[in-house]
């Protein structure tokens, strides 16, 4: 294994990243995508360093990344929910899969890192496998929120009149939208993404929001069937807290999904493209019946 | 197929001509083992004064890295030669997280120095670090006899410092779980390789008992180079275990000076700095890191630091 930092040139700035690749042949790229927290290249507790250690192992080549204006990158920190730094992910990776003369890459975001791994997925064609790490919440990859638009506005005018939303608390109304079970809304990204890119998302958020995201899940292997036949999977991690990936136990169970499932949906060349649950990592979640 | 290393490599170094600065990475040996590092050099003249910057401990050292690299574009824009490093257990490092430890932080320094050394020639060298970092630069500085020092809000009694370190994780989870804080001894174990899990860094008893008896006065025992001492305060009333420091530096042989920076952010020095905001994250410390190094640059100019190299840059 040998790392690489580099800096890439974007126009008067310099993107700061780091390439893990194996010592013998490298079958593809990863690259690695954290939120908007201002966090480095590394990630919380150096989650992306063994990450990348850990693929390269496997015969990828893994890289890492400082978004502008964060940790070695210059230029000024922007980072927009709904204008994530898309087309800077996109120019790392090009010049990298470049370099290294490899033509498909797999994504993995974390939080709203998920944002730009959908976005890239959508614009590179390499780009044949997108992992989403969300600890938390279902937001990064949900579009308004997860609601419509005249659920927004009812939310809004209810947060606008405490009383009158106390008084919905009080009659259940969650209960009554969670029991009748619609699917979440992804932001578009996620849909033209599974066109040409297996989805894994690995889970750590409530039960809730668990069994809302597998009623997405089930929609979109729906829509995947007529598509190529891509694989969109759930895998459950027992994340606990809300920073640095807790417990510590989690932090391994995360990497051993990212690298599993990387090593089956960018098969060496040659090998059965087959594709197996995990036996390891994060527990796979099937959507409902 | 093969991995092509030359167009890589070539990506090593960077330009930044706004800032005047040239950047490269660098892969040293530091703690016995790989690590990488950024040199930021002037881009007009070469410098003759060099500072490494000792990052802070766990979390620390992600929240304290925008006001490092922020600090070391600017001294090199003022002709310095700058090194940042990841200690061994951080960042790109070759090395364990598990592995880290006070003991550690400090011969990661005193390797850094080495570093610089052997890769820009120099005059003379000084290190600079906020909280933790602040302390670990000024025992190596100790060690190595380094000409200058500058420390952030310096961590003086270990002791506060990591029960302080812990609470703030426990606190993350009392807020977000419900767990109640452990009254007295908050690992699981008793053994010297109990890990305490905290926010996901693993801290060990053996380190956790390290910064148990660190006191940063007791380590200082032969610089005699010129220091100085930033506090970041909400009130501009002096510090005493600032004040304390001063004066033991100034013992040595020393000059040394405290300088008290007052700032309404001060309290969160250290701490996650980027916050959301109608749907974008902001940087929440800005103004108090550009406070802090224009007290850092004031200083150097005061103290004449790397004036050689400026005399020189200026005739060229």
């Known amino acids: 294994m040998n790392e690489h930092p580099i800096f890439v040139p974007r126009g008067r700035e310099s993107l700061a990243a780091v390439v893990t690749t194996p010592e013998g042949a490298c ?19 150096r989650l992306w360093v063994r990450t990348a250690r850990s693929l390269a192992d496997r015969g990828f080549a893994a890289i890492r990344m400082d978004y502008r204006g964060v940790g070695d990158s210059t230029g000024t920190y922007e980072f927009e929910m709904d204008r994530p730094p898309v087309a800077d992910a996109l120019a790392v990776t090009e010049l990298v899969l470049d370099a290294l003369g490899l033509h498909r890459v797999g994504v993995v975001g ?16 390499a780009c044949v496998s997108v992992a989403s790490v969300l600890p938390m919440s279902l937001g990064p990859v949900l579009s308004g929120r997860g609601r419509s638009r005249p659920t927004r506005a009812a939310f809004d005018f209810l947060r606008r009149h405490p009383t009158l939303r106390q008084a919905s608390h009080r009659l259940g109304s969650g209960r009554v939208a969670r029991g009748l079970g619609a699917p979440p809304r992804f932001i578009p990204e996620v849909g033209v993404a599974l066109r040409s890119a297996h989805l894994l998302f690995l889970h750590g958020g409530t039960d809730h929001s668990r069994a809302k995201l597998a009623r997405g899940v089930e929609q979109l292997r729906q829509e995947a069937a007529g598509n190529g036949h891509r694989r969109v999977e759930m895998w459950r991690l027992d994340f606990e807290g809300r920073t640095g990936f807790r417990p510590i136990e989690v932090q391994a169970s995360l990497i051993d999904s990212v690298v599993r499932w990387m090593d ?12 197996t649950m995990p036996e390891a990592g994060a527990a796979p979640v099937q959507g409902p019946s | 197929m093969a991995v092509q290393l030359p167009p890589l490599e070539s990506l090593r170094s960077a330009v930044h001509q706004d800032l ?12 016995a083992r790989k690590t990488v590092a950024v040199l930021s050099t002037p881009l007009d003249g070469a410098a003759t004064h060099g500072w490494v910057v000792c990052h802070s401990f766990g979390a620390e050292q992600v929240f304290l890295q925008p006001l490092e690299v922020a600090a070391a574009r600017s001294l090199a824009a003022r002709g310095f030669a700058v090194l940042r490093f990841h200690g061994q257990g951080y960042g790109d490092s070759e090395g364990d997280t598990a592995e880290i430890s006070l003991d550690a932080h400090v011969r990661d320094a005193v390797d850094a120095t080495a570093a610089l050394a052997s890769t820009v020639p120099l005059e003379a060298i000084g290190l600079i670090g906020g909280s933790l970092g602040g302390a670990v630069a000024a025992v190596a500085a100790d060690r190595v ?29 009392l807020a977000s779980r419900g767990v109640r804080p452990a009254d007295d001894d908050p690992f699981p174990g008793s053994g010297p ?17 390290q910064f148990l008896a660190f006191d940063l006065l007791h380590e ?9 001492v930033v506090q970041l305060s909400a009130t501009p009333r002096r510090r005493p275990d600032l004040q304390r420091l001063v004066a033991a530096l100034a013992s040595l042989g020393g ?8 700032d309404p952010q001060a309290g969160l020095f250290a701490q996650p700095r980027y916050r959301s905001h109608a749907g974008r994250k902001e940087d929440t410390q800005r103004g108090m890191s550009d406070r802090i190094i224009s007290a850092t640059l004031a200083w150097c100019g005061g103290s004449e630091l790397g004036a050689h190299g400026g005399e020189e840059r200026r005739r060229a």
């Open chain 1, 27 to 45: 079958r593809a790229g990863v690259l690695l995508l954290q939120g908007s927290a201002g966090t480095p290249r590394s990630h919380r507790n």
């Open chain 1, 110 to 125: 974390n939080c709203v890192g998920t944002r730009v791994a959908l976005g890239l997925a959508t614009r590179l064609p």
């Open chain 1, 264 to 275: 089956e949906t960018l098969p060496s060349p040659g090998a059965p493209g087959v594709v």
């Open chain 2, 20 to 31: 005047g600065i040239r950047e490269v990475f660098l892969l040293p040996d530091i703690g």
């Open chain 2, 145 to 173: 006899g380094a000409s200058s020092l500058v420390m952030w809000e310096p961590v003086v009694s270990g002791s506060r410092f990591i029960q302080r370190f812990i609470r703030a994780g426990l606190v993350t989870e």
């Open chain 2, 193 to 209: 390789d109990a890990v305490l899990d905290v926010q996901g860094f693993p801290l060990r008893r053996a380190v956790y008992e």
């Open chain 2, 220 to 228: 200082l025992k032969a610089f005699r180079g010129r220091s100085l």
């Open chain 2, 255 to 262: 000059a040394s000076t405290l300088e008290v920076v007052v």
